[in-house]
Structures are given as C-alpha cells and as structure tokens.
C-alpha cells in the first residue's frame, strides 16, 4: 500500500485570459480507514471540478496516476460526487486533457472501472505518450451513492467535462485544451459533452470529440425495442424512472419491476441475465409520454458542435450498424458539424476502440496542432 500523506488544500490559480492551470500542491489524500466511493456528507464547499480526495493509482514506468473523487453536478442540478482517475506522462510539463469515458458496464455500483479494474492508465500509453494527461470518469452514480441516470446525456456531459477541470487540480500544469474521447456509451456521454461544453467550462477550450461506435437514436431503439438488446433498454428505463422521480409500480411492468433490484444493483450480465425472457418493459407496453420526451432529449447529434466530430463505426457492428452510423452522420452533418470518419471493416462493436485508438490519438495531436480536418460533410454534398 501507498505511503498516506497529508497535504494542504488546494488553491487553483486560473488564469482566464492565458487559459492555462497550474497549482503548486496536490489535494488531500483519502484518509487511512475512509472508504473511497463514500464522500463526506455534506460535501465540502467548492466548484464543480474541486477534487475531493485522491489515491495513488498504479501506472506504468513514466506515468503517474491518481484514482480521485470530485465535484459533479446531477440531474437534479443539485452537487454530487462522482469516481474516476487521472494519468500524467512524467516527462510532459504542461498537458492537454483528454476525458474519456467508457463503455457501458452496468448500473450498480460494483460496475463501476474503478472498483473492478477496468480500463486503466496501461490501456491509455499512446495518448500519454503523445504529450496528452488523460482523465477517466465511472460516470454519476457508478461506484458512488445514488443510482447510475444510464444514458443521461446531460449527467454524463457533466462528469466528462468536470473531470477534465479536476485534472488540474492535481500538482501537475494542465493547458486550457481538451478533447473528448468515448466508446459506445461513452460516445454518447462524449457527444453530449461537447454539445454543452462551453456552459460546463467557460474557459477552456474544446479541440475535437472522438465518438467511436457511440450509442444514438435513443428513442428510436425504444421503438424497435430488439430482443437480443433488451438488457440495455431496460437499464435506460430503470434509470430514467429513477431521474425523472416517476414512481416504478405505475411506469414499469410487473415482470420488469420483479428484476428491478437486479438490474439496479447488478452488471451488464446481470441485466442481461435479468431480463431473460422478458416481454415488455411497460406496464402499458409503451414508454408513458415523460419517457418518450426524456429518451428523445438524450437523442445526441441534434446540436451543432463548435468543434470537429470524428465518428468512428465497424462495419460488423451489431449495436451501431453501418445504416445507423450513416444516418447519424447524414444527421450531424445538417446541423453543421464538421465531421471525419473512420469505417474499419471486420470489426464488431467491442473491437473498435482497440482497433481505432492509435488513429483516434493522432487526429486529436492533428487538432492540437491546426491541421485541417478531412470533412465527410462536405465530400457528401
């Protein structure tokens, strides 16, 4: 274990007109005995970003990381805690940030990256080694109190963005520059970040969002409701009753409220085992109409981005399939973003972050640097 020492709290020095962080203590330690994912009650004073408490975290040689706990903001607009860690390149002075987030896992708290070793500093060497810090979110509610609001976009956007600001606060000089990274969940987290990341982060600035094999079409899955991927729409619906503050006996369907606490407190196996045979997950077979509202709201690519869009789809994917990859673009495209693609042949859903990563890191090092952006927009018109 980690030798545990007390440091001061920080003060952040931000610098609005030159855009860049620096502080010159790292925030406290977690305390011997704390448990990690239960932050004070209430939390402290402080902005969404503040680091609550942090952990050393094992890395690779030449990288430093921390696992930490930070300020977010729920959808009740009301200050929540939220997981996740952080990772330095020791030999780079001052980092631009990637925030990444991941792949669906579950709703219950177990799911959380973090508390099973799930994607880590190991999995993130070319970013790191490309000059980027990346930070890592568990999302709201993944590891930490409260249910996880599954496929909120507003929720995830916050704990994206937020943790970009907490990699600040960590005694390593950041830049103002930060690029958006997500798979399939995480891409739609990741969509639905730079859709708001202005009003999340005055200050700092968006380079470019890698969504690679994102989840879109929320409403649309909900009424094609496919058998085979039921799991994730019942995780949705369990979530969105939970956030919208609907009561489950009159929204949800009995077969579906007898798995309720399976699927709240469970995996994505568990959730896939739950719902084994399930045939409807509404008490009136259909979303009532707060539901259908809430699942076209977390619909992404509706808002025109500020900053480039690169899209990222296998052609053997079975979640975001080839037609729906090239509607969203079609979509994203009217609205005015300026969209790249990459189509990788062979690859099903799960491969395409590993097969995409190298690439993904190099287009971001290409927004770093100004190079222009090849515009699958403007070659379809």
């Known amino acids: 274990m980690p030798v545990v020492r007390a440091f001061a709290m920080v003060v952040l020095l931000v ?17 011997p005995g704390a448990d990690f994912y239960q932050p004070p009650d209430p939390l402290p004073d402080g902005d969404r970003g503040d680091v609550i408490w942090t952990e050393s975290l094992f890395a690779p040689d030449g990288v430093t990381a921390w696992r930490i706990l930070y300020r977010s903001v729920g959808y009740d607009g009301q200050p929540v805690a939220v997981s996740g860690w952080v990772a330095f390149s020791d030999s780079v002075e001052e980092a631009p940030v990637i925030s990444f987030g991941h792949g669906t896992t579950g709703i219950g708290d177990e799911c959380a990256p973090t508390r099973r070793g799930g994607q880590a500093p190991h999995n993130f060497l070319t970013a790191l ?28 956007a916050n704990a994206m963005v937020d943790i970009a600001a907490a990699a600040s606060q960590l005694g390593r000089q950041t830049s103002d520059e930060v690029g958006l990274w997500g798979f399939s969940q995480g891409g739609h987290a990741a969509l639905f970040a730079a859709e708001h990341f202005d009003s999340i982060a005055p200050g700092r600035r968006l380079i470019g969002t890698a969504a690679v094999a994102p989840a879109v079409d929320i409403s649309g899955w909900f009424a094609e409701d496919p058998p085979g991927q039921r799991h994730y729409l019942a995780m949705i619906a369990v979530a969105a009753v939970d956030a919208l503050g609907l009561e489950p006996d009159a929204v949800l369907s009995d077969a579906l409220l007898d798995r309720h606490d399976q699927i709240e407190g469970g995996c994505l196996f568990d959730a896939t085992l739950a719902v084994s045979g399930l045939t409807s997950l509404f008490a009136d ?81 290409d927004r770093l640097e100004g190079r222009p952006v090849d515009d699958w927009c403007s070659d379809v018109d």
């Open 129 to 156: 080694d490309s000059g980027f810090a990346v930070a890592f979110t568990d999302y709201q509610g993944l590891g930490t109190p409260g249910m996880h609001h599954y496929m909120n976009g507003r929720v995830e």
């Open 285 to 365: 077979g259909d979303p009532p109409d707060a539901l259908k509202s809430f699942f076209s709201e977390n619909d992404p690519g509706t808002t025109g981005l500020v900053a480039p869009l690169l899209l990222v789809n296998g052609v053997d994917d079975r979640l975001l399939t080839p037609e729906l990859s090239d509607a969203f673009a079609d979509q994203v495209c009217a609205v005015g973003t300026v969209l790249e693609r990459i189509v990788i042949s062979d690859a099903s859903h799960l491969d395409t972050f590993g097969e995409s990563a190298n690439q993904v890191v190099d287009w971001f090092t």
């Open 15 to 31: 610098s609005i007109q030159a855009c860049d962080t620096r502080v010159d203590e790292a925030p406290p330690d977690l305390s």
